[in-house]
């Protein structure tokens, strides 16, 4: 789908995932929903905190975090959860990453079993510039991957696209490393509700849709799945093809 202002495409999108939702409560007594935490997430969430949902029976999850971060930075995803969803609809549950972590990988497995415990009813998503979905950049991205949550490096066009973004002064700041959701964790959502603005975001979108299945592009996985809505503005479909 494909809309002409970013907000408008946030407000459509929000409007699925809120039925979504709430279909998951009214089968089980509660959803569970993983939200992305970047730019590109930024209208839907603040659109789906509008609904009229009841957000007590919500527990939430984010898909990264940088490694080494503490939720007090500004650019934290922890503290961007908190701020632009928990503290706004107050839900049931909202489990967090911790990339300050002092072991990780025992960190990975934790959150790893929090996912497992119950069914994942929606996962918002979006496509980076070099395709990554969460931090499953070309060079990590396993479509297969055993694991539901990994310590990964960040590649350089990643890392160019937080700087980019106004999260880091320069390439130097930017992070290194992160923990994130795997593509079989992000894919395990009973439904995906995927926004991706911005003509930075074209080439993506086009390798995404027209292209091959291809861990070179990560977001071909999202294309493949049985209940995926895909949202773009005018500006991120610029190099579809008209047909």
């Known amino acids: 789908m494909i809309f002409e202002k970013k907000r408008d495409m946030g407000a459509a999108a929000a409007r699925e995932a809120a039925q979504r939702i709430e279909h998951g409560i009214d089968r089980r007594g509660r959803a569970r929903i993983i939200i992305g935490t970047g ?15 009841d957000f007590s029976a919500v527990e939430a999850f984010h898909m990264d975090e940088y490694v080494g971060m503490s939720d007090s930075h500004p650019a934290s995803f922890h503290r961007w959860l908190r701020m632009r969803f928990a503290d706004v609809v107050h839900p049931m549950q909202t489990h967090y990453m911790n990339g300050d972590a002092d072991d990780l990988d025992q960190e990975c497995l934790r959150y790893g079993k929090l996912l497992n415990s119950a069914p994942i009813d929606v996962c ?5 510039e070099n395709g990554h979905i969460a931090f499953n950049d070309p060079h990590v991205a396993e479509f297969n991957d ?9 590649d350089e ?3 160019q696209q937080q700087v980019g973004e106004g999260h880091f002064p320069s390439l ?3 992070p290194r490393e992160a ?10 959502a009973e439904h ?10 074209a080439e993506a979108v086009r390798n995404a849709i027209e292209g091959p299945l291809t861990t070179d592009c990560p977001a ?6 049985a209940s995926a809505s895909v949202y773009l503005d005018v500006n991120s479909a610029s190099l579809l093809s008209e047909d």
């Open 39 to 53: 730019n590109s997430q930024d209208e839907v969430i603040d659109e789906l905190t509008r609904c009229p949902i």
């Open 124 to 128: 918002f998503i979006g496509f980076g």
């Open 146 to 154: 055993r694991k539901k949550v990994k310590r990964v490096a960040m």
């Open 157 to 159: 066009r990643c890392r």
């Open 172 to 174: 130097e700041a930017a």
């Open 179 to 188: 923990i994130t959701l795997t593509c079989p964790a992000l894919m395990s």
């Open 192 to 201: 995906l509700i995927c926004c991706v603005p911005d003509r930075r975001k």
């Open 220 to 225: 071909s996985i999202v294309l493949r799945h």
